[in-house]
Nanobody, 124 residues
Framework: QVQLVESGGGLVQPGGSLRLSCAAS????????LSWYRQAPGKERELVAT????????HNTDSVKGRFTISRDDAKNTVYLQMNSLKPGDTAVYYC?????????????????WGQGTQVTVSS
């Protein structure tokens, strides 16, 4: 059974930092690309950052470039999102996402898996 369990969310002041973690189980973690999405109240879910394979490409959406960093530890089956210089506009529920990544084709394939989400609130 596939499970993605996020942790690390909370309330932080503007300019502060948080590190989100997503612990995975039930699949071969090293074969999967991982992403973080977020959804603010009344808005659509948006992609924040993606990492394909260990040592592979990463991609951040423009609004978080230079502030957020995605990374993964395949030995721990965990993906992280380090968030610095947080702004009130970063307030959202953050979701972990996993899908198998074929490096030869540079493509995501197969079933998509989501975590339950963790709330991040940036407010003074």
């Amino acid at each position: 059974q596939v499970q993605l369990v996020e942790s690390g969310g909370g309330l932080v002041q503007p300019g502060g930092s948080l590190r989100l973690s997503c612990a995975a189980s039930g699949f071969t973690f090293s074969n999967y690309g991982l992403s973080w999405y977020r959804q603010a109240p009344g808005k659509e879910r948006e992609l924040v950052a993606t990492i394909t394979r260990a040592g592979g490409a990463t991609h951040n959406t423009d609004s978080v470039k230079g502030r957020f960093t995605i990374s993964r530890d395949d030995a721990k089956n965990t993906v992280y999102l380090q968030m610095n210089s947080l702004k009130p506009g970063d307030t959202a529920v953050y979701y972990c996402y996993a899908r198998r990544f074929l490096a030869d084709l540079s493509a995501f394939v197969g079933p998509q898996y989501w975590g339950q989400g963790t709330q991040v609130t940036v407010s003074s």
